[in-house]
């Protein structure tokens, strides 16, 4: 069995700042990792993924992420904040050859400040 | 049109209406599922169609109907709801069920209100 655990359900930064998004995730096999976007009355919209390969992964919209196994996280960052970035994010885990339904965390929403 | 589309997307309905959600991807993908949404609650899954097949139902009280006529579209048929019932309903598509290890495509959802 996966979970995902998104540490604050609200992150507030200023426009221009840091953006850190926290993941941790928990399963007994290799995992793979989403993020998604949803911006108010939307849906949810995929950020990036990392399946296998490099563990830096680019996203769309200047995001990125990085799976850091010894950590179990897969936190979401971006350097400098717009507002156009104030959403909902949600963090999701699947298993590598195991269940292709992914457990999604409860979600951060992110609030950027002028 | 591409991607996901989900009609309508607002709905208020009264507790003895009969309606019904629709989803139609234009993705080619093979298998498509429904989520509910509720505010200060994590997604919740409640049914999963592959090939026009549903391979689960997370326990979906039976007032929740699926359909999938064929692998484009996808209805969710609602009838005798609750108020607890009201959330925001989201469909999603992927090219089929080992192919969602690489994400899902959603919709843009339904606002369901029920009174």
């Known amino acids: 069995a996966q979970s995902v655990t998104q540490l604050g359900s609200h992150v507030s930064v200023s426009e221009g700042a840091l953006v850190l998004l926290r993941c941790n995730y928990s399963?007994?096999?290799?995992?793979?990792l989403f993020w998604y976007v949803q911006y108010p009355n939307q849906g949810l919209q995929l950020l990036l993924k990392?399946?296998?390969?490099?563990?830096l992964v680019k996203g769309i919209n200047g995001f990125e992420a990085e799976f850091k196994k010894s950590e179990t996280s897969f936190h979401l960052t971006k350097p400098s904040a717009h507002m156009s970035d104030a959403a909902e994010y949600f963090c999701?885990?699947?298993?590598?050859?195991?269940?292709?339904?992914?457990?999604f965390g409860r979600g951060t929403s992110l609030i950027v400040h002028p | 049109e591409t991607g996901v589309t989900q009609t309508p997307r607002h709905l208020v309905m009264g507790m003895t209406n009969k309606k019904s959600l629709k989803c139609e991807q234009h993705?080619?993908?093979?298998?498509m599922y429904w989520y509910k949404q509720s505010a200060k609650k994590p997604l919740e899954l409640m049914f999963v169609?592959?090939?026009?097949?549903?391979?689960e139902n997370n326990s979906v009280p039976s007032r929740f109907s699926p359909e999938c006529p064929n692998s484009s579209h996808l209805f969710l048929h609602l009838h005798t709801l609750q108020p607890e019932d009201s959330a925001l309903y989201l469909c999603?598509?992927?090219?089929?069920?080992?192919?969602?290890?690489?994400?899902?495509?959603f919709g843009s959802g339904t606002r369901l209100t029920v009174v």
């Open positions: 399963s007994s096999v290799p995992p793979y």
């Open positions: 990392y399946t296998t390969g490099a563990t």
């Open positions: 169609y592959s090939l026009e097949e549903r391979v």
């Open positions: 999603a598509s992927s090219q089929d069920l080992s192919t969602g290890n690489y994400g899902y495509t």
């Open positions: 993705l080619g993908h093979n298998a």
């Open positions: 999701a885990v699947t298993l590598a050859g195991g269940s292709y339904i992914p457990t």
